[in-house]
C-alpha cells in the first residue's frame, strides 16, 4: 500500500490570510506531481509540480484543504493552526478486477475473459437511482442505453420503449433480450422489483448474439436477483421512498400565443380558408372561427364579435388545463429483505409494495413478494428452490392535453375546460353544438363532451398476477468440474377491462350515431342499447424451460481453461380472449344482445 505524506508549513503573513507550502511525497519518499490542493472557504485552487511541491494562499482563516490525485481517495484536513507541521495520508485508489463478475445468463466471467462490449450494473448504483421499475433504475447510469417513450407508445414491436445502441431487426421485435437468473424473461420487466435486484449486465454487441441467438440482435440484460449465503447471519434490510414531483405545467410547449393564433385564425377566416367546413353543418369550428361565422351570417353585431373574440383572447388553454388537470405525482415505496443462512442451508424472503399516482391521478399498485432457499443435503450437492410473485393494478387518469385541446384534428391553444368556480364547460371537438343541438329533433342523448369530467366515467383498469417458480440442482464432481440441471416456470395473466358508462361522452356519442329515428312516427330505436359498454379482454402467457448444463474450470498461475457443454428445451404458449358487452348494467348484472349482421346508417351522414 503507498501512503500519501505531506509535509506543510504555514507562514504568516498577515492576521488575515496565510500562505501554506508543502511537499507531497509518497511511501518511497518520491514527489508526487499534480495533485490537486483546493481550499474550501478561499476558493483557490492549485497543484504540486514535478518536485511535489505547492503553494497556496488561504485569504480566510481558518480554513480547508481538499486534495485530490487520480492514484488516491479524495481527503480533506482542517487547517486551524499556524506554524503547526500537518501531516496527511491518502488512500490509494484499488480496484481488484478479479472480484469483478459478468453473468452472460449462461456463465460468469471475468471481464477479461468475454469478447464484446459489456456494461455491469452492481446493486449500490442502482439504489442510487429512484423510481418503482428496474428500467427507471437504469436511465442515465448505462453507455449505450437509449430511452424513447413516445416510440414505445406508438410502436407495439417496442414495448419496453428502450433500444441499445439502436436497433437492429425491422419487423421483429425492436426490445432487448430480457434474462431473468439465467433464463429469458417473458413478462413485463416493470414487474421486477428493483430491490430484489443484486446486479445487471448489459450485453450490447454481437457477442450476444453467439451465446443468446438472433432473439439478441437487440442486446440483452441480464438480471441477476439477491441470494443468501450459506452461515450468514440474519440480516435484514428495509427501506422506504417517498418521492414528490411538482406540478409539471405546459410552459415548454414552445407555440404561438393565444392573440398570434386568433389574428392567425381571423386572416384565414377572410381568405375563405374555412368556407368549405363552415358549409358542412356538422363540422365543429374552433370557438373564434365560429363568432366569425355568425358575424358574417348577420347573427351578431360588429361589436358583439369584437367583444367576444377579445373574450377569447384572454383564454389560456395551457393555463387551464395545468389548473384543472395536472397536479403533483407522488410516488411511495415500501420494501424488505430477510436473509440468513446455515451450513446445511439457506433462505431469502423479500416484499415490496409500491403506490404512485402520476400527474394525470393515474394510479399503479404494485405487490412483490419472493422466496428462496438453497440446501446443501450431501457434500457437493446443492438445490436451490425460489418462487417471485407479482400482482400489479393500474387504473386511469384524466385525459392527456392532446386528446382535448383540439378541434375538428387541428389544435386551438384557448380552449376552456372549467369557469372559475371549477364548474366543467362543454367542448365540441367532432361535431358542431349547432348541429348537435336539432340532428335528434330533440330525441338524442346530450352530446356534449366535458373533458374535465370524462376520466370519472370512462374507466380503465389492467390488472396483472406474474409467478415465476425456480428448481436448481448443481453437483460438483470433481474440482473444476460440476454438473447442474435447472427449470423454470412463468405464467403471465393479464385482465383489462374498460367500463364507459352511459355517462361518458364515447358511450353517449356511440348509441347517438346509430339511433334510428322514424320522422314521421317519431318512434326511436337503438341498434346499440341504452346502457354502459364495457371492453374486457384477458391474456396469459406461460413458459417452461429445462436446461442441463456441464461446467468446466481450471486455473494455474496465468492461464485459465474454460468448457461449458449442455442442452437446453424451451415452450412457450399464450392464449386470449376478448369482447365488447353494449347495454351493460352492474345492478343488476346483464347486457344486451345487438345485431352484428344488418348495417344500419348513421344519423351524420345517413
Not at 179 to 184: A, E, L, M
Not at 305 to 331: E, H, R
Not at 530 to 538: A, C, E, K, Q, T
Request: glycine fraction near 6%.
Amino acid at each position: 500500500m503507498r501512503i500519501l505524506i505531506i509535509f506543510l508549513t504555514l507562514l504568516t503573513t498577515s492576521l488575515n490570510a496565510q500562505t501554506i507550502s508543502g511537499t507531497i511525497l509518497n511511501h518511497e519518499n518520491q514527489p508526487v506531481a499534480g495533485a490537486t490542493i483546493q481550499s474550501l472557504r478561499s476558493g483557490n485552487t492549485v497543484s504540486s509540480n514535478s518536485k511535489g511541491a505547492f503553494s497556496i494562499r488561504l485569504s480566510v482563516f481558518p480554513d480547508s484543504l481538499y486534495i485530490t490525485h487520480i492514484s488516491y481517495t479524495t481527503q480533506y484536513i482542517a487547517v486551524t493552526a499556524v506554524g503547526t507541521p500537518i501531516t496527511l495520508n491518502l488512500q490509494p485508489l484499488t480496484v481488484n478486477l478479479e472480484t469483478i463478475e459478468i453473468n452472460t445468463g449462461y456463465q460468469k466471467l471475468k471481464p477479461n475473459e468475454l469478447n464484446g462490449s459489456v456494461s455491469q450494473v452492481n446493486n449500490q448504483l442502482l439504489n442510487q437511482q429512484a423510481g418503482t421499475g428496474i428500467l427507471k433504475r437504469l436511465q442515465n447510469v448505462t453507455p449505450g442505453l437509449a430511452f424513447n417513450e413516445s416510440f414505445r407508445n406508438s410502436s407495439t414491436q417496442n414495448k419496453t420503449g428502450i433500444n441499445i445502441r439502436g436497433l437492429g431487426t425491422i419487423n421483429g421485435p425492436l426490445d432487448p433480450l430480457i434474462v431473468v437468473d439465467n433464463f429469458i424473461y417473458e413478462g413485463n420487466i416493470n414487474n421486477i422489483n428493483p430491490n430484489d435486484v443484486e446486479s445487471i449486465t448489459v450485453l450490447k454487441d454481437a457477442a450476444a448474439s453467439s451465446i443468446w441467438g438472433a432473439r439478441a440482435g437487440n442486446g440483452v440484460i441480464v438480471i441477476t436477483t439477491k441470494k443468501a449465503s450459506f452461515n450468514q447471519k440474519l440480516k435484514t434490510e428495509f427501506n422506504s421512498t417517498f418521492s414528490y414531483a411538482v406540478n409539471p405545467g405546459l410552459s415548454y410547449r414552445n407555440e404561438l400565443s393565444v392573440n398570434d393564433y386568433i389574428d392567425l385564425e381571423q386572416f384565414l377566416f377572410g381568405k375563405g380558408f374555412f368556407n368549405s367546413s363552415i358549409n358542412q353543418r356538422h363540422i365543429p369550428l374552433t370557438p373564434a372561427v365560429q363568432v366569425l361565422a355568425n358575424r358574417r351570417s348577420g347573427l351578431i353585431s360588429a361589436a358583439d364579435s369584437t367583444s367576444q373574440i377579445n373574450a377569447l383572447k384572454q383564454v389560456d388553454g395551457k393555463a387551464q388545463y395545468t389548473k384543472w388537470f395536472l397536479q403533483p405525482a407522488i410516488t411511495q415505496q415500501y420494501a424488505i429483505n430477510l436473509r440468513a443462512g446455515t451450513a446445511a442451508m439457506s433462505w431469502l424472503i423479500s416484499a415490496a409494495y409500491d403506490k404512485s399516482a402520476d400527474h394525470l391521478n393515474a394510479k399503479n399498485d404494485k405487490l412483490n413478494l419472493r422466496i428462496v432457499n438453497s440446501f446443501r443435503p450431501v457434500k457437493n450437492l446443492t438445490v436451490d428452490v425460489s418462487l417471485y410473485y407479482t400482482g400489479n393494478k393500474h387504473e386511469n387518469g384524466r385525459l392527456n392535453y392532446n386528446a382535448v385541446s383540439a378541434i375538428n384534428n387541428r389544435y386551438v391553444p384557448y380552449m376552456a375546460y372549467a369557469d372559475d368556480n371549477g364548474n366543467a364547460l362543454p367542448v365540441y371537438q367532432q361535431y358542431r353544438k349547432a348541429w348537435t343541438d336539432t340532428a335528434g329533433a330533440g330525441k338524442l342523448l346530450q352530446w356534449e363532451f366535458y373533458p374535465l369530467e370524462e376520466h370519472k366515467h370512462n374507466k380503465a383498469t389492467t390488472k396483472t398476477n406474474d409467478i415465476i417458480a425456480n428448481v436448481a440442482v448443481n453437483y460438483k464432481i470433481i474440482n473444476g468440474l460440476d454438473a447442474s440441471v435447472s427449470y423454470q416456470f412463468q405464467q403471465q395473466s393479464t385482465v383489462a377491462e374498460n367500463l364507459a358508462s352511459v355517462e361518458s361522452f364515447s358511450t353517449r356519442q356511440t348509441i347517438n350515431l346509430f339511433t334510428q329515428i322514424n320522422r314521421s312516427s317519431g318512434t326511436v330505436t337503438y341498434p346499440v342499447p341504452l346502457g354502459d359498454i364495457v371492453r374486457s379482454s384477458n391474456a396469459r402467457s406461460g413458459s417452461h424451460n429445462m436446461r442441463g448444463q456441464l461446467n468446466y474450470s481450471k486455473q494455474w498461475q496465468q492461464h485459465r481453461v474454460m468448457a461449458m457443454a449442455g442442452a437446453e428445451l424451451r415452450t412457450v404458449d399464450g392464449s386470449g380472449s376478448s369482447a365488447v358487452y353494449y347495454g351493460y348494467n352492474q345492478k343488476p348484472l346483464q347486457y344486451a344482445i345487438v345485431d352484428h349482421v344488418n348495417s344500419y346508417p348513421t344519423i351524420v351522414t345517413g
